[in-house]
């Protein structure tokens, strides 16, 4: 009985969603990754 109510199952949706969230989680990684390497270093502050 299990194992026919499995097989109903469509699993696109929930792999199209997967595919989404590491899509999303990869660009914000980049972002922030952009943003830390584009900081100024200690050298290049300038006191106000």
Do not use: R
């Not at 299990?2 to 696109?12: D, G």
């Not at 595919?19 to 943003?35: M, N």
């Amino acid at each position: 009985m299990l194992q026919s109510s499995i097989a109903l199952y469509n699993w696109n949706n929930g792999v199209i969603m997967i595919g989404v969230f590491v899509a999303v989680c990869a660009i914000l990684i980049i972002t922030l990754i952009s943003f830390i390497s584009k900081g100024k270093k200690k050298g290049d502050q300038e006191d106000l």
